[in-house]
């Protein structure tokens, strides 16, 4: 079964919830799993997604279509302040990954608490 990409979201988990970080699979009904980081969420959100295409397919249940299919290429062009530029450069060089790596996971990071307040 070839690997699909679907849209999910990463959200901070409160101190009730455990912490850590929850990603959810919209598409895909009772998909979610959780990390200490972004990182970690989205690495064990794979994991959940392929178990929960492999468990449909030998079900004989359908597969949807990722919503976002054809729809968002993953990239865009973003003008900073160089100040900024450089502040995220050193940050991410700082944690060992890259500018792109960081600026996802603040981003993420960002959405998921406002879309949990």
Partial sequence: MAEMDFPFSVRPLNTDEGGGYLIEFPDLPGCISDGETVEEAIASGKEAMLSWLEVAHEQNR????????????????????????????????????????????LLAEGLGRHQAG
């Fill in 62 to 105: 359908p597969i949807p279509e990722p919503r976002s299919a054809g729809k968002f290429s993953g990239q865009w062009r973003m003008r900073v302040p160089k100040s900024l530029h450089a502040d995220l450069a050193r940050q991410a060089q700082s944690e060992g990954v890259s500018l792109n790596t960081l600026a996802a996971t």
